[in-house]
């Protein structure tokens, strides 16, 4: 008896062939199209989303770090971004403050204003390099068109920033992000388009 009345919810309920009106509005708010979505159908946006000015921004690391003092702990922040116009021009700033935000903020004024020059030739480097910083060590070498970025979080993010499209890294050594990105930075410093000597 139990399974006969449970046959058919949509004739128990009366809808029949009627479709529910909430189905429709929620098909009305779906874009049409090959959008790519992220929760609640919103439209995936990057972690390095462009700024006003075309620079691209990404927080690498974020410390909450405490002074232990008399009157007990105070905790702030400290992040470590990477700036870039994706032109060539890239570089790493350490930002401390009380708040995240603020913290974030100043790490990236201070890597806009000590921006490298990278050398680009046909979106990736001109040579294999190493670079050094401390007991970090990144190997950098050229690649072909259509292999793409290999490389770690931190790596990656300053090759995107200064708009490297293809490249090949590999990290020796320490795995520290900050001393990742400092070994990084130096390598791209030794970069030259002309052969010396």
């Known amino acids: 008896m139990l399974s006969e009345e449970k046959k058919d919810p949509a004739a128990a309920s009366g809808s029949g062939d009627t479709p529910n009106p909430a189905a429709q509005t929620a098909d009305a708010r779906r874009p049409s199209g090959p959008q790519r979505q992220g929760k609640g159908g919103r439209p995936r946006q990057r972690p390095d989303a462009k700024k006003d000015d075309g620079s691209i921004e990404r927080v690498i690391q974020l410390n909450r770090v405490s002074k232990v003092t008399k009157g007990g702990k105070n905790f702030s922040f400290n992040a470590v971004v990477v700036c870039g116009d994706g032109k060539g021009n890239v570089g790493v700033g350490i930002g401390k403050a009380n708040e995240v935000s603020d913290a974030i903020i100043k790490g990236a004024s201070r890597a806009k204003k000590n921006y490298v020059r990278v050398m680009v030739v046909n979106n990736t480097i001109p ?27 931190s790596v990656r993010a300053l090759c995107d ?16 992000p900050l001393n990742i990105l400092m070994a990084t930075l130096n390598g791209f410093g030794q970069l030259r388009t002309t052969r010396r000597g």
């Open 127 to 153: 040579h294999e390099v190493i670079g050094k910083f401390k007991a970090s060590n990144v190997f950098l070498k050229p690649a072909g068109a259509g292999t793409g970025v290999i490389a770690g979080a």
């Open 161 to 176: 920033a200064a708009g490297i499209k293809n490249i090949l890294t590999k990290c020796l050594g320490s795995r520290t």
